[in-house]
Each structure stands twice: as C-alpha cells, then as structure tokens.
C-alpha cells in the first residue's frame, strides 16, 4: 500500500514564503514523478508543479517564476517552494505520486495568505 502525506501548510503572509513537503511510503517499483495539484475556494483542482524521475520540473505559468518543486530521492520526498505568494495562491495542495501506472494522493495541506 501507498501513502504520501504532505505537510508544511500554514499562513503566510502576501509576498512570503513557505516550504511544502510531500513523503511517499509504503511498496512502490519506482518513482515516475510526483508533484502538486492546489484547490483555491470554490474552485476546482488543478496541476500546478510536478517532478519526473529524470528531474525534469514543468511548472504551471501561474507559479511559474515563483513556485520551486525539488526532491530527495533517497527520501522520495519532495518540495514545493513557494515564494512571492499572493491571496490568490490560498487553498489545499494535494500532493500526488504517480507509479506503475496508478496516481496516489495526499489528503492536503491547507495554505492559507492573508495580511
């Protein structure tokens, strides 16, 4: 069975910074890629960062520029840095793993960016 969990949500502030993590356990082949979807209020998820086992990062153009996933491998953890955050950027992030052709999924982490 497999699980990621993330962690690191909170409050911040507009044009802060907070780091996310997402750690997936449990018995997996191997790492395809791993990466972040956000749900804003009201809103539906979307895809925003992902990361392939190549290390190859795409980026959705709205956190393009701000936003940083990374990994460890060895942890099979990665992170989602993001900087220069702005109201629109509050929500849950749910953290995904895709692997022998299944996706697993996080139950999220709530960001929330207020002053």
């Known amino acids: 069975q497999v699980q990621v969990v993330e962690s690191g949500g909170g409050w911040v502030q507009p044009g802060g910074s907070l780091r996310l993590s997402c750690a997936a356990s449990?018995?997996?082949?191997?790492?395809?890629?791993m990466g972040w979807h956000h749900q804003a209020p009201g809103k539906e998820r979307e895809w925003i960062a992902g990361i392939g086992s190549g290390g190859t990062t795409n980026y959705r153009d709205s956190v393009k520029g701000r936003f940083v996933i990374s990994r460890s491998n060895a942890e099979n953890t990665v992170y989602l840095t993001m900087n220069n955050v702005n109201v629109e950027d509050t929500g849950v992030y749910y953290c995904?793993?895709?692997?022998?052709?299944?996706?697993?999924w996080g139950h999220g982490t709530q960001v929330t960016v207020s002053s």
């Open positions: 449990g018995t997996f082949d191997s790492f395809d890629s």
């Open positions: 995904y793993l895709w692997t022998g052709g299944s996706t697993h």
